[in-house]
């Protein structure tokens, strides 16, 4: 006897080809039975479930709202709020204009998920070049926030932000933690070779600094996955400012890796070449304790936003705007205070996704 898969892909086939009323639905069956395809058929075929009615009338559930939108439904409203007004200029949808409110659940679904646009399609009940132009479109308005969103801190931020981790850690004059990760494709885009970064697949480098909170003050990407982290930093907006001098205070800095050049407002550690003293390994360990600080970030990013594990658009502008919508999305869910610790990628280096390095293209902010 056939599997209800397939007397389901069959009546889909059927549908297709007769309409979808009671008659032809009847013989639909007769055939089916005339056939020996299947020994007994269900009385009725499930229609499509619209999970952006179930989980709206479930929004008194966030635990349970969260866990598939990967967002609380504060955070959700909050960020509603934000793109209504340039999402509703743009319903798309053919005769049926989609709402604001679905489109930000189809896109969100489709950032927090790695499942395909065909799929989201089918669960929202709308065609797969309208997931397209929502999820495209979206992404595109909620990385045009980033000057809103992704700020560089002022004087007196930056002044709370070292006393902060002075506090913490003794390192004085510390307001921030630099340092890239690959952004995985699906395929390089226009097949160029540049893209593969060391490790042998296709990426696009993201250049992050944080704060102590996790929250993002400086987002850059764009660049392919070949590029040197030290070649993304030299042509970054953060490294052009900081050698003018316009981002820091006397003796304020960051502190990055070894893949970055030392500066006067970037330290990194001293470099291990079996001639360093107990104090420098001293110091090595305590630096590595705090620049951890945004390596969680990038594990937040990632594991909440699931689709950065691998991204298959095939135009670099969209890849850019997807991954500074998700850049923006993490600070409102940092601000709103969203269960920061729940959605931590913890897989750390064994996770197939998860890279130390990063290039990117020519978005960025400071």
């Not at 070292?162 to 850690?169: D, G, I, K």
């Not at 500066?263 to 001639?275: D, Y």
């Amino acid at each position: 006897m056939a599997s209800f898969r397939t007397f389901h892909r069959l009546y889909i086939l059927f549908s297709d080809l007769m309409g979808d009323d009671e008659e032809n639905y009847a013989l639909f069956l007769s055939k089916l039975r005339q056939w020996g395809v299947v020994a007994s058929i269900p009385r009725s075929v499930p229609k499509a479930v619209d999970y952006t009615d179930i989980f709206a009338e479930l929004s008194v559930n966030d635990d349970y709202f969260s866990e598939h939108f990967r967002v609380s439904r504060h955070t959700f409203d909050i960020l509603l709020e934000y793109i209504e007004p340039s999402i509703s200029r743009h319903n798309r949808g053919g005769n049926h204009p989609v709402p604001p409110e679905k489109q930000l659940y189809i896109f969100l679904w489709y950032l927090s998920n790695l499942c395909s646009m065909r799929e989201v399609s089918q669960l929202f009940d709308v065609s797969m070049s309208t997931v397209h132009k929502v999820v495209t479109n979206t992404s595109k308005v909620i990385a045009s926030l980033q000057n809103r969103m992704i700020r560089w801190p002022d004087e007196q931020r930056r002044a709370e932000i070292a006393a902060t981790v002075q506090q913490n850690s003794g390192f004085p004059g510390v307001v921030g933690f630099l340092d890239g990760t690959h952004i995985r494709l699906s395929s390089p885009i226009g097949q160029d070779r540049d893209y593969y970064n060391r490790k042998g697949y296709p990426s696009m480098q993201l250049q992050l600094a944080v704060d102590h909170e996790l929250q993002i003050i400086s987002a850059y990407t764009g660049w392919p996955g070949c590029c040197h982290d030290a070649r993304v930093l030299r042509n970054s907006m953060i490294y052009q400012k900081a050698e003018r001098g316009q981002l820091f205070s006397n003796a304020q800095h960051l502190f990055a890796d070894n893949a970055y050049p030392l500066r006067n407002w970037l330290i990194t550690p001293f470099r291990c070449v079996g001639n360093i003293t107990r104090q420098q390994r001293r110091f090595n360990k305590r630096f590595s304790g705090q620049r951890q600080t945004v390596e969680r970030a990038i594990g937040h990013l990632k594991g909440r936003f699931r689709r950065l594990r691998e991204i298959p658009f095939h135009n670099a502008d969209d890849v850019c705007h997807m991954i500074i919508a998700a850049c923006v999305c993490h600070n409102i869910c940092v601000l709103a205070d969203d269960d920061v610790e729940h959605f931590m990628d913890n897989d750390g280096l064994l996770h197939p996704n998860n890279y130390q390095k990063t290039f990117t293209r020519m978005v960025t902010m400071v």
